[in-house]
């Protein structure tokens, strides 16, 4: 999957040239920011973009809870209002063409197959 056309004319001779190397900088963004990633959830939009929203799992955070205090100073959880159940924080969301997201899956699953050769 090509992304870039690295066909150029020459200004002289209006022939078509295919560069062999071009020079990416890579820079942050301000708003740039490293996330934690259980896993995502999207689909696919109505003007055929691939949308996907990443998430972090955890349990939720209880409004209160009621501790008991043992002789030897430790603490052991009694009871917690409401009780806890599974949340799914979505922490940012990508649109992008459907070349796009495919081309990401398959460095991901590449990158998961380097690491599972290491480990």
Do not use: F
């Amino acid at each position: 999957m090509q992304l870039y056309d690295l066909t150029i004319r020459n200004e002289k001779t209006m022939e078509k040239q295919k560069e062999t190397q071009i020079k990416v900088v890579y820079k942050h963004s301000p708003d740039y920011k490293e996330i934690p990633v259980s896993g995502a959830w999207g689909g696919i939009t109505g003007q055929g973009y691939v949308h996907a929203a990443l998430y972090l799992e955890h349990s939720s955070n209880p409004d209160e809870m009621t501790l008991q205090i043992n002789e030897d100073g430790t603490a052991i959880e009694k009871d917690r209002k409401p009780e806890s159940h599974a949340v799914r924080e979505l922490m940012v969301g990508m649109c992008m063409r459907p070349e796009v997201a495919r081309v990401i899956g398959e460095w991901l699953v590449k990158k998961a197959e380097e690491l599972e050769k290491v480990t």
